[in-house]
């Protein structure tokens, strides 16, 4: 049975930091893209960072220079760090992982990350 387990969310003051990681089992991630998205109360769901088997990173423009994503395939996790955190960053993270972006199999239950002002 393949998992996607989220950790690392909770309440944290705007301007700080927060690891978030994503741990995988069942099946072995490494030939697939690894995404993080999030969802804030009465919105979409956003894609906020992913990492493609090769290497390639892609980030939404609200995060780019404070997240990184990154991904230890011997361990099949993906981590997200996220700094100079903002109350607009408080939603509900989830973990993705897929062929691609627009193919997403495998969803975990989301991590949630409030930043208060």
């Known amino acids: 049975q393949v998992q996607l387990v989220e950790s690392g969310g909770g309440l944290v003051q705007a301007g700080g930091s927060l690891r978030l990681s994503c741990a995988a089992s069942?099946?072995?991630?490494?030939?697939?893209?690894m995404g993080w998205f999030r969802q804030a109360p009465g919105k979409e769901r956003e894609l906020v960072a992913i990492?493609?088997?090769?290497?390639?990173?892609y980030y939404t423009d609200s995060v780019k220079g404070r997240v990184t994503i990154s991904r230890d395939n011997a361990k099949n996790t993906v981590y997200l760090q996220m700094n100079s955190l903002k109350p607009e960053d408080t939603a509900v993270y989830s973990c993705a992982a897929g062929p691609g972006a627009a193919s997403m199999n495998y969803w975990g239950k989301g991590t949630l990350v409030t930043v208060s002002s």
């Open positions: 990492s493609w088997s090769g290497g390639t990173t």
């Open positions: 069942g099946r072995t991630f490494s030939t697939y893209a």
